[in-house]
């Protein structure tokens, strides 16, 4: 072996073995804790900056320095993480992506607070704890992985630590002390993390925003290793550190050369984009928390005090108008966030990427340095810039067709580390770039008002894409997203339009912020900005455009009037708290308000019932009625009334005449799924007709619901067809099964809390192939909800209510086949009544049904005709009387 390639492998060697340190470390925490650890690489940093600290300041020996640090500070933050800021999270039964927030919350937190402690400035003189060969390292690596291996293998700690993750509260029930183990589980990971940071910190830039980036790039390694196997994470972490090593050998020529050379520089954030984006996303059921992002409706004069707010800096002069410059752009940017995030309920860490983008495209457009565009005047370019950035946005949309949660956030986080890597930090992308103001706006105070016009460009733009049925569509999409495609809304082109509209916005935001500068500064738009911005938007209101404008200033002015760090460190906090407050900060703060205040009862608004937390009070309020007065009111088959005359609503919202009920509308034929090797369907056929009550029904795991989910679109069949009027629909996914008129509910209720009744009726019938006005009004009528409860929030509403919410939303997009999956459940008996009543009546009038139900009673009471089923076969079938009898029921009867 050639001295050079020895000497590059045992170089690649080190880098690796702090890779796989880190590997190692996420893996521990994440495997008993169920978090991944953003702030990994956050706590790397603090500990060499506490070793730092205690050897050249304090002038204490490397050996205490290093005991302190890496024996009590390190596992000790570890500890303290757990007890005070994760625990009472699993405590609260939190969503998983709430402890995706606040671990974004502690990344900023740290970051804040060392910049603050130990000033923003990059150190060089962090003392060298191990020598610089890698196989002191290696061997501290191999040693760890080994004993952590052995300890989850042999021990009685190990088998607790699996039974915790296989199931927490079957292991809780087991008398395991599951928070003992998620302690031993942040201790050592941030032990991992210190000793990281320690063994790093000699040869990089310490300073609070590089090294724990630094070590987030390599988060690749516990990804690559599915975030469970340790000899993995330590194999690829030292496979990659000495390829990147031997590959900067390479001396690439021609136009590829840059390129080529970032890439081989920069293996670490390769393998993030190819573990992020090509492999299974890790955690990906995930979503984002929805209690970050409850509507809360501003008024009015709210919006007057924050335009006097915006105003006030133009009385300002000096540095400190200076300074505001930077506020419009940046609440621009976290516009972006709102719309995507916000509204979306899309996880994006990498909207500083689009911001940078706008902001280098603009002055590359401005230069005449774009390739095969002339030099634009300032506002020009910035536009163009704007729609070349655009389209960017599908890639952070793409990801997130198939990824949420976790998932999504890595792949938005590496393609944020990407763009900063392989453009920002390039010479030949911004060397010798500078940003001009338009003529006639070089001055603070002219540009301000320049700034302020597109401000609120962008304010109506959000506006516009928050209201009405694109508005809608989005909440309904981010508040459950199955049951927005089983409303017909299109999600995958909506998501991609929310993150396409984003990428513009923050484009827009980051050239503004540019010219405020006077420059390209790639630090401005730094990926820890972006988890900074994330975390800023969420903690204020994700879905609250004054949230954004709020957040933008507390950034900038904090970070103005103080030492740098306090803005970081005061987001920081507030992320970690966010999910103890259900509902966000405002609803934080009118709990507070509300319990100093006297106990009177509660208006029937929205805003009462939301401030007082108190989601139940529509039931009592309510007029207590049959809750479906359908019986009254169908039509002339039920009632001998004709649809819409009398006064009486029609039984479904779009009149019809029922087809003859001996044709099927629906048919599966040979249905065959598989789950793995399991086969959960057998060749299934079924007919559903016109005007036909249809019921499956059979034991637990017979495959009903995936007999369902075929039909539904929410599963493709291995084999066998699915017709609609004989059109082959088998391949047609969910969305567009309903356009066509199939309409489902689910077992667990979809509606879209954040929305009101009224909304969640309007996101069905305006996605569907209705274009009936009337339809909602129809609907709400015929099922009872066109009282007062029709202009509540459906959060906390109670089941029976919802689930006629849930019908009526269905209805109004006037399916000609309806699917319910076990509509009984959580309905007491006069409420199961009334629904027999609606589905008879829509039976009558011309639908095709399909019941799957394990109420038998129910179902002998309802049914044309009963199919049992049985290990993924149909068994039985006939009327219901003699179905249900031959069974043993006595439902029949
Ligand atoms: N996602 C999945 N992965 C693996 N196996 C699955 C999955 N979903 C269902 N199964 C298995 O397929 C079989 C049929 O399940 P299915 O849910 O369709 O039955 P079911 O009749 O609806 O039962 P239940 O009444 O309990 O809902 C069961 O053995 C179940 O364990």
Redesign the pocket.
């Known amino acids: 072996m050639s001295s050079l390639t020895y000497d590059l492998t045992l170089a690649g060697l080190s880098v690796g073995s702090a890779a796989a340190l880190t590997g190692i470390g996420l893996i521990v925490t994440y495997r008993s804790t169920g978090v991944l650890n953003f702030a990994h690489g956050a706590i790397a940093m603090v500990c060499a900056y506490a070793l730092r600290q205690c050897v050249v300041e304090w002038g204490w020996p490397l050996w205490l320095g290093a005991t302190v640090t890496l024996l009590v500070l390190a596992p000790g933050l570890g500890v303290v993480l757990e007890r005070f800021v994760f625990r009472p999270l699993s405590v609260l039964g939190s969503d998983p992506a709430q402890t995706l927030v606040a671990s974004i919350g502690v990344f900023v937190l740290l970051v804040g607070g060392a910049a603050l402690l130990w000033g923003q400035g990059a150190r060089d003189d962090a003392p060298e704890l191990v020598p610089d060969e890698p196989w002191g390292q290696l061997a501290v690596v191999l040693v760890l992985a080994a004993g952590v291996a052995a300890v989850v293998r042999w021990t009685r700690f190990g088998r607790e630590l699996r039974a915790v993750v296989d199931d927490r509260r079957l292991a809780v029930l087991g008398g395991i002390d599951a928070d003992r183990v998620a302690a031993a589980g942040w201790a050592f990971g941030s032990f991992t993390a210190g000793l990281t940071g320690v063994l790093l910190a000699p040869y990089v830039r310490l300073d609070p925003y590089g090294l724990p980036l630094l070590v987030m790039e390599v988060v690749a390694v516990a990804v690559a290793a599915r975030m469970r196997s340790l000899p993995v994470a330590v194999v690829v972490a030292l496979g990659i550190g000495v390829a990147q090593s031997q590959l900067t050998r390479l001396h690439p020529s021609g136009w590829g050369e840059p390129l080529l050379q970032a890439a081989t520089t920069n293996l670490f954030v390769v393998a993030l984009l190819v573990a992020a984006l090509v492999l299974p996303g890790v955690g990906a059921r995930d979503a984002l928390p929805r209690t970050a992002t409850a509507r809360v409706p501003t008024p009015p004069g709210v919006w007057i005090v924050a335009g006097v707010l915006f105003l006030l800096p133009l009385g300002l002069a000096g540095r400190d108008l200076h300074t505001s410059v930077q506020v419009p752009a940046l609440a621009v940017i976290l516009l972006s966030l709102v719309v995507v995030t916000g509204r979306g309920g899309q996880i994006s860490l990498g909207q500083a990427a689009y911001a940078g983008l706008g902001a280098l495209f603009m002055a590359l457009l401005a230069a005449g340095r774009f390739p095969g565009l002339p030099a634009l005047p300032e506002l020009a370019a910035l536009a163009v810039a704007v729609v070349l950035v655009a389209p960017l946005g599908l890639l952070t949309g793409w990801p997130a067709i198939g990824r949420r949660g976790l998932a999504l956030a890595l792949a938005t986080f590496a393609i944020g580390v990407g763009v900063s890597r392989f453009v920002f930090a390039q010479p030949y992308a911004t060397a010798g770039l500078s940003l001009g103001r338009p003529a006639g706006f070089d001055g603070d105070r002219a540009y301000y008002v320049l700034e302020l016009v597109l401000l609120a460009v962008a304010l109506l733009a959000t506006h516009a894409l928050r209201r009405g049925r694109t508005g809608r569509a989005l909440a309904a999409m981010r508040d459950h997203e199955a049951g927005a495609q089983a409303a017909g809304v299109r999600v995958p082109s909506l998501k991609l339009g929310a993150f396409v509209a984003g990428a513009a916005l923050a484009a827009l935001g980051g050239g503004m912020l540019g010219m405020g500068l006077r420059a390209f500064d790639a630090a401005a738009y730094d990926p820890v900005r972006g988890l900074l911005w994330f975390a800023a938007v969420v903690v204020l209101g994700a879905d609250s455009t004054l949230g954004a404008l709020a957040a933008a200033a507390l950034l900038v002015g904090l970070d103005a009037g103080t030492r740098g760090g306090v803005a970081a460190a005061l987001i920081g906090v507030l992320a970690i708290l966010v999910g103890r407050f259900p509902g966000g900060p405002y609803e934080a703060l009118r709990t507070v308000a509300d319990r100093l205040r006297p106990r009177r009862t509660p208006a029937l608004t929205p805003t009462g019932v939301r401030a007082r937390g108190l989601l139940r009070p529509a039931e009592p309020r309510e007029p207590r009625r049959a809750p479906v007065p359908v019986g009254a009111t169908a039509t002339g088959a039920t009632a001998g009334g004709a649809p819409g005359t009398g006064g009486r609503p029609p039984a479904s919202p779009v009149p019809r005449t029922p087809p003859t009920p001996s044709a099927p509308l629906l048919t599966a034929r040979r249905l065959h799924a598989r ?2 090797g ?1 086969t ?1 369907l057998d060749g299934v056929d079924l007919d559903l007709s016109p005007g036909r009550i249809t019921a499956v029904v ?1 034991p ?7 007999l369902f989910h075929c039909l539904a679109g929410t599963l493709r069949p291995a084999r066998g067809t699915v017709r609609l009027g004989g059109r082959d629909i088998t391949a047609l996914p969910a969305h567009a099964r309903t356009r066509l008129g199939i309409a489902r509910t689910f077992q667990q209720l979809a509606v879209f809390p954040s929305l009101t009744v009224a909304e969640n009726v309007r996101v069905g019938a305006e996605q569907g192939r209705v274009t009936d006005r009337g339809a909602v009004e129809r609907t709400l009528r015929l099922l009872g909800l066109d009282g007062p409860v029709r202009a509540l929030p459906a959060a906390g509403l109670p089941t029976g209510t919802l689930r006629r919410v849930e019908l009526a939303r269905v209805l109004a997009g006037g399916p000609r086949v309806l699917l319910l999956d076990e509509p009984a459940a959580g309905l007491d008996t006069a409420e199961v009544a009334a629904l027999a009543r609606v589905l008879k009546a829509l039976a009558a009038d011309g639908t095709a049904l399909l019941v799957v139900e ?1 109420d038998l009673d129910l179902v002998a009471g309802l049914a044309d005709v009963v199919h049992v ?1 049985n290990a993924g076969r149909i068994v039985a079938s006939g009327p219901p009387g003699r179905v249900l009898d031959a069974l043993g029921t006595g439902a029949g009867r």
């Open positions: 789950y793995g399991f959960a059979g637990n795991g017979a495959g009903k619901s995936t394990h089923m």
